[in-house]
Structure formats: structure tokens, C-alpha cells
């Protein structure tokens, strides 16, 4: 049996569980995770839609397209940052989580930084 992961928003108005871990870990440093995020790069985790079930506070998940086949969702309460997912293409049936949002320690195998040609100038790696 996978293990059950929960999260939340920082005012815990939204909660959510995954029923499989996270896949694909990446850190995105593009400008719109970086926006989005409020830091140097955004981390996430995708899983299959069917995979994330909201527990409460739906009705505070408000929803922004940032691109044609992107959609980013947050909580209407506090802001926090929760999910992506694309309308259109291969992954179109995922959605990836903001990894920063879970309540349940999560330790990925596997995890990459993406975009980092478009690196914030002040980020210093260490």
C-alpha cells in the first residue's frame, strides 16, 4: 500500500492529500515560478490528477492561466501557492504540486533544476 501524503496552504483553510508520492521533483527557475513562488525558484512534485483529492476549502482555490495551456491555482485566503497543470499535451492528466505545501516529510530519489538559464541574477548557488 503507497503511502498517503497530506498538505495545505499556510492559513490552512485549503487541505489536500496525494495518494502516491510525488514524481518528477524539479526546481524551476523560470520568471513565472519564480513570480509565483516569491523566491528564486519554485519546487514541485507532479502526480496523476486522479491522485490528488481536496479535503476541504475548495471554494478558496482560485485559479490564474498563466499561459496558454498553463493553470496555476492558490488559496483566495492566504496566497499561498498550491498547484500547476497544462489543459493540452502529454502531461495534460498530471498535476504538480507545490512541494513547499505538504504537511507529510516527503524525501524525492530523484530531483533537478530546470530553466536555469533563466536564473534570478542574485540566486547563489551553494
Keep these: 500500500m503507497s503511502e498517503v501524503y497530506q498538505g495545505s496552504c499556510l492559513c490552512g ?12 521533483v524539479s526546481h524551476c527557475h ?18 496523476p490528477q486522479s491522485t490528488l483529492r ?28 498550491l498547484f500547476w497543470s497544462r ?3 502529454e502531461f495534460s492528466d498530471w498535476v504538480s504540486i507545490a512541494l513547499g505545501t505538504l504537511d507529510t ?7 533537478k533544476h530546470v530553466h536555469t538559464d ?3 541574477p542574485w540566486y547563489i548557488s551553494v
Design 105 to 111: 516529510p516527503f524525501l524525492p530519489e530523484k530531483q
Design 30 to 47: 523560470c520568471s513565472q515560478c519564480r513570480k509565483g513562488h516569491g523566491a528564486a525558484f519554485a519546487s514541485y512534485g507532479s502526480v
Design 87 to 89: 489543459s493540452q499535451g
Design 54 to 81: 481536496i479535503l476541504r476549502g475548495s471554494a478558496s482555490i482560485k485559479s490564474y492561466v498563466s499561459s496558454e495551456s498553463v493553470l496555476r491555482e492558490f488559496c483566495s485566503e492566504c496566497g499561498s501557492t
Design 118 to 120: 533563466s536564473a534570478a
Design 13 to 24: 483553510v485549503v487541505g489536500y492529500e496525494l495518494t502516491t508520492s510525488p514524481k518528477a
